[in-house]
């Protein structure tokens, strides 16, 4: 079973729509959630960490179910800059010094 | 807004021969880390390292990789003799004093094996 998986999408919505991006993590001893944005060929980028009681930033929200094992992100009023693959990303406990577990990325592509 | 920084951002090299990749983390960050990406796949973790010697590494990081931190500010992967799987993108990551803390990358190395 893969440790973070997500849906390849790619999700295609024209602009100003709502789209939310789901992912499941295998291991129970998962510490630390975060969603990541990577441009076509650049670095993964920090969008938000994810905390257990949800967190927003400005049009982005992003929630976390430890007993589901689910880690979710909505967009709102999507922009044509929020083009981009957005990566789900766990923090295993115990042991592990904090090397970041990649889920493979949802594409989204946001239209005029 | 403090960057990781990495060079050279693309090397070529031949197959067989070594190659450096070399990355200056945040200045005030304790832990480091190289990552990899195969085009077309996702990141994957290498190496991470603390204290000036290797905390943990992936069965990726093989005898043919090491890391070093040889001053106070460069941290670098080699490769000692390269293979044609080894063409990706590498990635160098810092964070700050704790564990767990959110990662900050470098805008990578796009290493091409011929």
């Known amino acids: 079973r893969k440790e973070v998986e997500q849906d390849p999408g790619p999700f295609n919505v024209p602009e100003g729509a709502t789209v939310a991006f789901n992912c499941t993590y295998s291991n129970s001893a998962s510490q630390s959630f975060f969603w990541y944005r990577q441009d076509c060929r650049k670095e993964p980028k920090l969008l938000m960490s994810?905390?257990?009681s949800g967190n927003e930033d400005g049009r982005f929200t992003a929630q976390l179910n430890r007993a589901s094992q689910y880690i979710s992100l909505l967009i709102r009023d999507s922009k044509l800059s929020d083009s981009a693959t957005y990566l789900c990303?766990?923090?295993?406990?115990?042991?592990?010094?904090?090397?970041?577990?990649f889920g493979k990325g949802t594409k989204l592509s946001v239209k005029p | 807004e403090p960057e990781v920084t990495q060079t050279p951002s693309h090397q070529v090299t031949q197959m067989g021969q070594e190659v450096i990749l070399r990355c200056v983390p945040i200045s005030n960050h304790l832990y480091f880390y190289w990552y990899r990406q195969i085009l077309g796949q996702k990141v994957e973790f290498l190496v991470s390292f603390y204290n000036n010697e290797i905390s943990e590494k992936s069965e990726i990081f093989d005898d043919q990789f090491s890391v070093e931190r040889p001053d106070g500010s460069n941290f670098t992967l080699k490769i000692r003799s390269t293979k044609l799987e080894d063409s990706a993108m590498y990635f160098c990551?810092?964070?700050?004093?704790?564990?767990?803390?959110?990662?900050?990358f470098g805008d990578g190395t796009r290493l091409s094996i011929l």
């Open positions: 990551a810092s964070s700050p004093d704790k564990e767990y803390q959110p990662q900050h």
């Open positions: 994810v905390y257990s």
């Open positions: 990303v766990v923090i295993l406990s115990g042991g592990s010094q904090g090397n970041l577990i």
